[in-house]
Nanobody, 125 residues
């Protein structure tokens, strides 16, 4: 499956952005989907994940209550709505697909087989 992330940009602290990730070439509703981010000189870190049917979601503590992950299986797209953005949210954001069919959603990069190219989010103070 190919993943194409979009929606990044420059936003002031306290603002909002919505990232999108369009999938093609696979059966989208057979993948758990996740968002990760990587800031300069830091390791890639988990942000949020959503189950194949969209019912279950999990979030990193750092974004809980500010970010919301959702998906539209008819449109083969997963979203990340980001609100109350902080300068420390600045990073390249990646979407990823986990084809494992396990019940527990993955929070590590090892669980995700397919990756998008990333979209840059910059939050100014």
């Amino acid at each position: 499956v190919q993943l194409q992330a979009s929606g990044g940009g420059l936003v002031q602290a306290g603002g909002s952005l919505r990232l999108s990730c369009a999938a093609s070439g696979g059966t989208f509703n057979s993948y758990h989907m996740g968002w990760f981010r990587q800031a300069p000189a830091k390791e890639r870190e988990f942000v949020a994940a959503i189950s194949m049917n969209g019912i279950r979601t999990i979030y990193a503590d750092s974004v809980k209550g500010r970010f919301a992950i959702s998906r539209d299986n008819a449109a083969n797209t997963v979203y990340l709505q980001m609100s109350s953005l902080k300068p420390e949210d600045t990073a390249v954001y990646y979407c990823a697909a986990d084809p494992s069919w396990t019940r527990m959603l993955g929070t590590t990069t090892l669980r995700y087989v397919y990756w998008g190219q990333g979209t840059l989010v910059t939050v100014s103070s």
